[in-house]
T-cell receptor, first 114, second 114 residues
């Protein structure tokens, strides 16, 4: 079965550079969630989209932005990268309010800022 | 707001030992509860879930019962294996109006030694 696809798997950027992370949800899933997981920490909610509109916002820095496109894939844009942005970034998808039955997560993008 | 409290790790057990990882939650109403597992270098995988009080979620020998009276969702397994070594996250989902996201606990690292 198709899963949530994230790209790239690994990304190395220098401070002050820009990065774009992509997420392709499970087919027919219309909701996408982004989480950030620092080393040894629990995932922290960043932002979510439902039907291409932002549905909720968490601890996402102003330097970050995201959107969901007409094919339901989502991109997380990160600018002016800082060392502290180094983390594993997870995308998850669900169908509408299907979060009540659990999300399906992608394998994540590991971002390293040097 | 919603929150999840789970025991800190690491938890180190010998193979075939009994496992309990405690999890309690704070939320209004009736959230859905989950356990996610994260193996080294991988994304989060949904292990089991319970969507209403007294429900028991089970999968791969793991069990957890939704206890409304004690606001708990403790994870148990009768006989752990080395392959169970991973980080386990307790989580809850609560939908209220436009607010929909999963809140994670800090994660408990389980190490099973032969």
């Amino acid at each position: 079965a198709a899963g949530v696809i994230q790209s790239p798997r690994h990304l190395i950027k220098e401070k002050r550079e820009t990065a774009t992370l992509k997420c392709y949800p499970i087919p027919r899933h219309d909701t996408v969630y982004w989480y950030q997981q620092g080393p040894g920490q629990d995932p922290q909610f960043l932002i979510s989209f439902y039907e291409k509109m932002q549905s909720d916002k968490g601890s996402i820095p102003d330097r970050f932005s995201a959107q969901q496109f007409s094919d339901y894939h989502s991109e997380l844009n990160m600018s002016s990268l800082e060392l502290g942005d180094s983390a594993l970034y997870f995308c998850a998808s669900s169908l509408g309010g299907g979060g009540a039955y659990g999300y399906t997560f992608g394998s994540g993008t590991r971002l390293t800022v040097v | 707001g919603n929150s999840v409290t789970q025991m800190e790790g690491p938890v180190t057990l010998s193979e075939e030992a009994f496992l309990t990882i405690n999890c309690t939650y704070t939320a209004t109403g009736y959230p859905s509860l989950f356990w996610y597992v994260q193996y080294p270098g991988e994304g989060l995988q949904l292990l089991l879930k319970a969507t209403k009080a007294d429900d028991k979620g089970s999968n791969k020998g793991f069990e957890a019962t939704y206890r409304k009276e004690t606001t708990s969702f403790h994870l148990e397994k009768g006989s752990v294996q080395v392959s169970d070594s991973a980080v386990y996250f307790c989580a809850l989902y609560r939908s209220s109006g436009g607010y929909q996201k999963v809140t994670f606990g800090i994660g408990t690292k389980l190490q099973v030694i032969p």
